[in-house]
């Protein structure tokens, strides 16, 4: 029997308010260009009053890779926690919406509201993350819903949430879960700074019950401790069966067992960086679903990302498909 879902995600549930600004905006305001900050509720209502013209939508790192993979007719579910508040109803529906499983009920009488990134998006297209968590960073085992993650092909976890101990132990028990049902399980590095604060944990991880891992080129060095992008290459496909790394405008590189695949990108003149790594794993994870090779693969996640930052926002505004056609990717 097939499975339910083709890939099932895990993140934090963050709901994506963006705007543009100028650089002397985020100087004036103390925000570090570039980045993603973690920020408290009062900041967040400061930042949030701060913002001129503004685009609201549903987000989180692995939430965006989910929706994007919807928009190209996978079947999707995400694991993510939302409090019972109206931007936490608003996130529930809208991911329903698009036709994404969302099984876990907004959380009843929480402390903590649902999570907002105020996201500034300067003249260059580079993006400046404010974050607040609240309550999506709390995802634990008890919200890991078994009859989804076994009911998956592949499992895709999100990095940021090994910032709590809850969090490594849902990552454990829905991988854990995955694989014994004869699904693949992953997941995306999020962040160097998140590498560095967890390596230890990450290595154990990624040798253990996952099966590939998605990085990007400093998150890689991090994890290995080098400035050798090939030796860490080599190391992680030791620890792991598949290991993609993205390279900004090197292009990609994927390295399973000995062998090595890049691919280049064709350039684009970023409008906004915003969910370009999470787009880039909705076509790689497409690439994976529909049984392609790994530089096709590869190839689709490029054209992916080189969709979503030639405009604002982090899901796609096109026919991703017809992308993949007129590359002769599919």
Not at 62 to 86: E, P
Not at 108 to 123: E, H, K
Not at 275 to 292: N, P, R
Request: net charge negative.
């Amino acid at each position: 029997m097939g499975k339910t879902f083709q890939v099932v995600g895990i993140g934090n549930a963050v709901s994506d308010v963006i705007a543009t600004s100028t650089d002397a905006f985020l100087a004036d305001n103390g925000i570090e260009k570039g980045i993603m900050q973690l920020i408290d509720q009062d900041r967040a209502e400061v930042l949030y009053a701060a913002m001129g013209d503004r685009t609201e939508t549903p987000g989180g790192s692995v939430a965006n890779t989910i929706a994007g993979l919807g928009s190209l007719g996978v079947k999707t579910a995400f694991i993510g926690r939302v409090a019972d508040d109206d931007l936490g109803q608003t996130y529930a529906k809208a991911m329903a919406d698009e036709g994404t499983a969302f099984p876990n009920p907004p959380v009843a009488g929480s402390d903590l509201p649902t999570s907002r990134s105020m996201i500034f998006v300067s003249p260059d297209g580079e993006r400046s993350m404010n974050t607040y968590l609240g309550v999506s960073s709390d995802v634990g085992p008890d919200d890991v819903d078994l009859t989804v993650v076994e009911g998956g092909d592949i499992l895709f976890l999100e990095g940021y949430l090994f910032d709590k101990d809850p969090g490594k132990a849902a990552f454990y028990k829905a991988a854990d879960a995955a694989v014994t049902a004869g699904g693949r399980a992953g997941i995306s590095l999020s962040d160097p700074f998140c590498v560095d604060r967890h390596r230890g944990d990450f290595r154990k991880l990624i040798a253990g019950p996952l099966g590939y891992f998605l990085c990007n080129e400093e998150e890689l060095k991090s994890l290995y401790q080098t400035d050798d992008l090939t030796g860490a290459l080599t190391q992680a496909a030791e620890d792991c069966e598949l290991v993609v790394c993205t390279r900004s405008s090197d292009g990609v590189s994927v390295q399973s067992g000995s062998d090595r695949v890049d691919v280049g990108v064709t350039p684009v003149t970023p409008v906004d960086a915003t969910g370009a790594g999470d787009q880039f794993a909705a076509g790689f994870l497409y690439g994976l679903v529909q049984g392609t090779s790994l530089d096709v693969a590869a190839k689709m996640g490029t054209v992916a990302a080189g969709e979503v930052i030639a405009h604002v926002g982090p899901r796609p505004a096109t026919d991703i498909k017809a992308l993949f056609a007129a590359e002769s990717l599919i």
